[in-house]
Nanobody, 116 residues
Framework: QVQLVESGGGLVQPGGSLRLSCAASGSIFSMLVMGWYRQAPGAQRELVAVITSGGSTNYADSVKGRFTISRDNAKNTVYLQMNSLKPEDTAVYYC??????????WGQGTQVTVSS
C-alpha cells in the first residue's frame, strides 16, 4: 500500500494561487497514476486532474487553463498548481494513487478555502 500525505492547503482570496503537494511512500511512485480530487460540502467527490506515469495529463473542464498537475518522480511527489482561484474551488482536496489492478490509495485531504 502507498501512503499519501497532502500539504499546501489554506485560505486564499479570489484570484489568488496555491500549490498543493502530495508525498508518496514506497519505491513504485513512478509507475503510479496520480490524481487530485476534491469534495465540497454536500457534493460528491470529483476528479480535478490526473497525471499518468508517462506524464500525460487530463483536467476537469472547470479547472482547465487555471490548474496544472505535475510530478517529480525523484521526490515521490505530485503537485497541483492552482491559479485564478474562485470561491467555487473551495473544497477538501484529496490525492489519489492507482497502480495495477488492485492498488489504490487516498490521502487524508487538505482544505482549500477561497474567500475574501
Amino acid at each position: 500500500q502507498v501512503q499519501l500525505v497532502e500539504s499546501g492547503g489554506g485560505l486564499v482570496q479570489p484570484g489568488g494561487s496555491l500549490r498543493l503537494s502530495c508525498a508518496a511512500s514506497g519505491s513504485i511512485f513512478s509507475m503510479l497514476v496520480m490524481g487530485w480530487y476534491r469534495q465540497a460540502p454536500g457534493a460528491q467527490r470529483e476528479l480535478v486532474a490526473v497525471i499518468t506515469s508517462g506524464g500525460s495529463t487530463n483536467y476537469a473542464d472547470s479547472v482547465k487553463g487555471r490548474f496544472t498537475i505535475s510530478r517529480d518522480n525523484a521526490k515521490n511527489t505530485v503537485y497541483l498548481q492552482m491559479n485564478s482561484l474562485k470561491p467555487e474551488d473551495t473544497a477538501v482536496y484529496y490525492c489519489n494513487a492507482r497502480g495495477g489492478l488492485t492498488l489504490e490509495s487516498w490521502g487524508q485531504g487538505t482544505q482549500v478555502t477561497v474567500s475574501s
